[in-house]
């Protein structure tokens, strides 16, 4: 009777917070516009142009049709990752190793789509399947360690990270090479591979599968019971503690979904974008998927929506900044110095009070 | 020293353990002719810099600040410090340089976390993300190369011969620093201070000093050192600079601290442990016999397991700062 009171009102409490909406968007808009005027710096610092920089890289990103649909073929695994990042966030965990399990699901799925002799869709489905649950397996040494010795999940999974990137490595390289071009793994068969939306861009069908796992992880996370003993073990451990929450169950849910999504960001990045259709053996095509989707989430303010739109925008980026290297000579890893600035004035809340009373 | 207290069993179970790590090297002497000399260099040279960076991150968390951001100021720092050195064409300028670098990033987070009310686990992850970005992007602008910038050799610093084979001179500096921290904060006034700040803020706030100032200056200091370790990096150690030039090291250091229990010179311990694993990792890649046997990227992983290992075993029993991680609020 108490509990059940108890979480009444700690359902109104939770609804209260949310409703202050509109103002986390209003600062990632603050945070983005500081994070590309100190882009700017950087780019004035080393003798480029800012604006022809800036014009070339949005007009790469987001210039016409077929950039808007490679832009969303760039978003497709850092939506993924984003809302990996959001279920762990949310539930109070620091998922690091989004990285590493994607990794291991690129891995898992180069093996089932490479070496599997199965009919279209089944293949499809297998492939990702597999990539998506070792994913998920990368994701429990650390939960194990944090719920029997609780040891920091900051520290297990980066170095799980390392541990998986040259795993990894030694699968791509010792076990899956393909024999005729080392420098990668076999490649997926055609019947393994998502379709190819449109001609002209690399995006594929895998998109749907993008977009379908934000909305399912928002329902997750708002409208079931499970989503909202995570939610409130994340914003407040304690009255979770009160309500009959296991901590330990939260811990190892949130691992073991955040590590399935990370898994299948992995496995997209193998059979869902042309033209390799497989993993190079120096990870070239996973590398930084799982860090993108953390700083995807940030921007995205922990909210599976919110990834979709900073995904798309710092999809736009990444493939924006392509075409700044090609034309200006800015280099493209400018392109996540701007996230890291982003991702730091996220991380005042106060800024946005400081900034108000000054206003007034 | 008063922080320290180690019993008599677990005095025995660290002799028994050096005794058994002895046994298992000169048996891997005898067996594959690995050279002794050759792992003391490679481990003392990863311990360095993992002291640097431990002992400044202990005093720093003993304040309540965290800094999960030192893997970023590795990056950054090492090539500042490199870019600096070369400007300067003094390898010890670049040092500084480095250093000056960590300790204007430790400032930041120190504002954040103190006048920003920032999530300092957030905060740092920002310091790691833009290093991911900005790192690779300050190579390639200043030397134009996405692989390996390879220094003049006159701009490393000379190392000593000594009887444990060719010592950088900053080990010993490291070590003279982890004594001097553990002394400072548990001889000191102000030591007894920054303790106090992590863990009863209030109770320094109304002695009269300010909290906020404390943290920035050692978050400050925490950066100092860690920028430190990242121009020893290339300057003393590798000769040379690629992006991942920290390769994890900064949250291996932050397993030091962990595994210390936040007291420099456990940290320093700890660092041995984890270094001479790196070291052991590198010098068995390449002697012959048994890198024939082993795949290259196993060994590889080995400093990473340990960490994980030895962290595991002795969490739990270690107690943090009470106000870590929280901003300190004055009513």
């Not at chain 1, 994340?234 to 955040?258: E, M, Q, R």
């Not at chain 1, 995807?296 to 925008?313: D, E, K, Q």
């Not at chain 1, 900044?321 to 493209?332: F, K, P, W």
């Not at chain 2, 002799?15 to 058994?20: E, G, N, P, Q, S």
Request: proline content about 4%.
């Amino acid at each position: 009777m108490l509990r059940d009171s108890t979480s009444v009102l700690l359902a109104r409490y939770m609804k209260v917070i949310e409703a202050r909406r509109i103002e986390p968007l209003l600062e990632s808009f603050f945070a983005i516009t500081v994070g590309l005027l100190a882009g700017s710096i950087f780019m004035a610092a080393f003798g480029y142009n800012p604006i022809l920089g800036y014009f070339v890289l949005f007009n790469g990103g987001f210039g016409d049709l077929s950039k808007i649909l490679e832009s969303l073929a760039y978003a497709m695994p850092i939506i993924i990752t984003g809302a990996s990042f959001t279920i762990s966030a949310r539930s109070g965990v620091f998922n690091l190793g989004l990285e590493g399990q994607a990794y291991l699901g690129a891995i898992g799925a180069v093996y089932i789509a490479g070496t599997f002799h199965l009919p279209p869709v089944i293949h499809i489905a297998a492939a990702t399947v597999f990539g998506m649950l070792l994913g998920a397996l990368w994701s429990l040494p650390a939960a194990i360690l944090k719920i029997w010795k609780g040891v920091s999940e900051i520290i297990s999974t980066i170095m799980l990270n390392w541990i998986a990137y040259y795993l990894t490595i030694y699968i791509a390289i010792d076990l899956l090479a393909d024999p005729e071009t080392p420098h990668k793994t076999i490649s997926a068969l055609p019947s393994a591979r998502y379709i190819r939306l449109t001609p002209r861009s690399t995006l594929t069908a895998g998109i749907f599968i993008a977009l379908a796992f934000c909305v399912l992880i928002y329902f997750l996370l708002w409208h079931t019971a499970v989503g909202f003993e995570l939610r409130l073990a994340g914003t407040n451990p304690d009255a979770a503690l009160y309500a009959g929450v296991d901590p330990k169950k939260v811990t190892l849910i949130s691992f073991i979904l955040s590590g399935l999504g990370a898994g299948l960001a992995g496995t997209i990045q193998v059979i869902g974008r042309p033209p390799g259709w497989c993993l190079y053996t120096n990870l070239g095509n996973v590398l930084m998927v799982g860090y993108d989707g953390i700083s995807v989430a940030l921007m995205g303010r922990n909210h599976p929506i919110g990834c979709i739109v900073s995904a798309f925008f710092y999809g736009g980026l990444l493939n924006g900044s392509r075409l700044m290297e090609s034309r200006v000579g800015i280099y493209s890893e400018l392109a996540r110095a701007l996230i890291g600035i982003i991702i730091m004035i996220i991380a005042i809340p106060e800024l946005m009070n400081i900034i108000k009373r000054r206003l007034k | 020293m008063r922080g320290i207290k180690i019993s008599a069993q677990k005095g025995r179970i660290i002799i028994l353990a050096v005794f058994l790590l002895v046994l298992v090297l000169m048996y891997l002497q005898h067996k594959f002719g690995l050279r002794v000399i050759g792992l003391i260099e490679a481990g003392l040279y990863s311990t360095t810099l993992l002291t640097f960076v431990a002992v400044g991150e202990c005093i720093n968390e003993k304040a309540g600040v965290i800094n999960i951001g030192l893997e970023g100021i590795l990056t950054l720092s090492a090539i500042v410090g490199t870019y600096g050195a070369e400007v300067f064409e003094n390898g010890v300028a670049g040092l500084l340089i480095g250093m000056l670098t960590g300790a204007s990033i430790g400032f930041l987070l120190g504002i954040l976390a103190t006048y920003g009310m920032a999530d300092q686990v957030i905060a740092g992850l920002a310091i790691n993300l833009f290093a991911i970005g900005f790192g690779p992007y300050l190579l390639m602008a200043l030397w134009h190369i996405a692989g390996i910038h390879v220094l003049s050799r006159e701009l490393m610093l000379p190392r000593m011969a000594t009887p444990l084979g060719y010592i950088s001179p900053l080990t010993v500096v490291a070590i003279v620093i982890a004594i001097l921290a553990q002394l400072f904060l548990d001889k000191t006034l102000y030591g007894l201070r920054i303790k106090v700040a992590g863990e009863k803020p209030e109770a320094v706030d109304v002695a009269g000093i300010r909290v906020d100032r404390l943290r920035i200056f050692t978050s400050t200091l925490g950066g100092a050192l860690c920028g430190l370790g990242g121009a020893y990096l290339p300057l003393c150690w590798f000769g040379s600079l690629v992006k991942e030039v920290s390769a994890g090291r900064g949250f291996i250091a932050l397993s030091c601290v962990v595994f210390g229990g936040l007291e420099p010179v456990l940290a320093f311990l700890a660092a041995t442990i984890f270094g001479f694993a790196e070291g052991f990792g590198y010098w068995i890649s390449i002697t012959p016999g048994i890198k024939e046997i082993v795949p290259v990227y196993f060994i590889h992983m080995t400093p990473y397991i340990i960490t994980l290992i030895v962290v595991t075993s002795v969490i739990g029993k270690k107690r943090f700062p009470k106000a870590l991680g929280r901003p300190y609020i004055r009513e």
